[in-house]
C-alpha cells in the first residue's frame, strides 16, 4: 500500500538507524577478551519502558550504547538537537540515554545486582558532523569511534559466573513486545497482492520455468523460496489468519496452480485440521 508522507519519513528513519546497528554490530563482532553482547533490549521498570541498543557486559563494566546513523550537519543549542539544513529539531539522544541509563540502574538495583555502568551515544556514520558538541558529554563522535572501540578492545576482560547470571536476567526481562511500536493502520483488502521482486520490490514478476523472473531488474527467484517468502510476510501482517493454500494462493495471485501452492506448503509446513480445512504451521 502507498505510506503516508509521515508514515514514509518515520519508515526511512527506522531503516536509516537499523542499518547503523547493524554496522556498529560488524565493527564489534572481532572484540578479543569474554563479553556479553546484548542487542536492542527493551526492559520495563515500574510501568516506564526503555530501549538500549547494545549492551555490552564487561570484566568491569557494564556499557549502555545507543547507535545513532545521523548524517550531515547538525548543532547543538541550549540540548537541543538541530539540523543546520532544515533547521529541524530532532530528540536529543543524550535525554534519551540519560533517561534509559536511570531507568537501568534502578533495575539492577531492584535485582541487587551491583554493577558499574557506562552509557554513551556513538555517532556512527561518519558522514555526520556535530557543532558546538560538548566535550563533557557522552559522545562518541564519528573520529572516535575507532579509538572507542581499540579501547574496548584492549581492556582485559575475564567474565564469571555472576556476569552469566546478569545477562540471563537481563534477557529474561526482555519485553518481545514493544507497545509503543506505531505500525501504519492496514487491512487485507487494501493491500496489493501479488509477488514482488526481493530485490527491486517491483510488482513485474513472471513465471518462468521453475523461477520467478523479475522485469524489471532481471532478478530469478525459486518459484517455492518466494513462496515460502509470501507465506512468512503473510504471517508476520496476519498473525491471527490460518495459513491455508486458498489464502497464501489469494496472496500471491500470479499464474500458478492451486495445486503447487498446495505442494509447497506441505513440504515445508506441519498440515492440520481435516481435508476440507486444512491449514499448516
Ligand atoms: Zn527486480
Known amino acids: 500500500m502507498e505510506l503516508t508522507e509521515k508514515e514514509k519519513f518515520h ?60 548524517q550531515g550537519d547538525c548543532y547543538l543549542e541550549s540540548d537541543k538537537l538541530y539540523s543546520v539544513t532544515t533547521k529541524r529539531e530532532y530528540k536529543n539522544p543524550v535525554d534519551q540515554l540519560k533517561r534509559s541509563s536511570t531507568l537501568f540502574r534502578q533495575l539492577l538495583q531492584i535485582h541487587k545486582l551491583n554493577y558499574l555502568v557506562e552509557s554513551s551515544v556513538i555517532f556512527i556514520n561518519s558522514e555526520f558532523t556535530l557543532y558546538q558538541a560538548p566535550m563533557d558529554q557522552p559522545l562518541i563522535l564519528p573520529t572516535q569511534v575507532d579509538r572507542f572501540l ?69 532478478e530469478l527467484e525459486k518459484i517455492n523460496l518466494g513462496i515460502l517468502r509470501n507465506v512468512q510476510e503473510y504471517k508476520l501482517l496476519f498473525p491471527d489468519q490460518k495459513i491455508t493454500t486458498q489464502a497464501i494462493y489469494d496472496w500471491c495471485k500470479v499464474d500458478l496452480s492451486k495445486k503447487t501452492f498446495y505442494r ?18
Do not use: M, W
Open 150 to 218: 581499540v579501547n574496548l578492545n584492549q581492556t582485559p576482560s575475564k567474565l564469571k559466573e555472576g556476569h552469566k547470571d546478569l545477562a540471563q536476567k537481563l534477557l529474561s526481562l526482555h519485553q518481545p513486545k514493544n507497545p509503543f511500536t506505531t505500525l501504519p493502520r492496514y487491512d487485507y483488502g487494501q493491500l496489493q497482492k501479488g509477488v514482488y521482486c526481493k530485490t527491486c520490490f517491483s510488482y513485474f514478476v513472471s513465471v518462468k520455468n521453475k523461477y520467478f523472473v523479475c522485469g524489471k531488474c532481471g
Open 11 to 70: 519508515y526511512l528513519n527506522l531503516e536509516k538507524g537499523f542499518a547503523g546497528e547493524v554496522k556498529f554490530d560488524q565493527l564489534i563482532e572481532n572484540l578479543q577478551e569474554e563479553r556479553y553482547i546484548l542487542n536492542d533490549l527493551l526492559l520495563e521498570v515500574n510501568n516506564s519502558y526503555f530501549q538500549i541498543d547494545s549492551v555490552i557486559i564487561t570484566q568491569s563494566v557494564i556499557y549502555l550504547l545507543d547507535i545513532k546513523n545521523f
Open 264 to 281: 509447497i506448503l506441505k513440504k515445508n509446513y506441519t498440515s492440520c485440521g481435516n481435508t476440507k480445512d486444512t491449514y499448516y504451521i
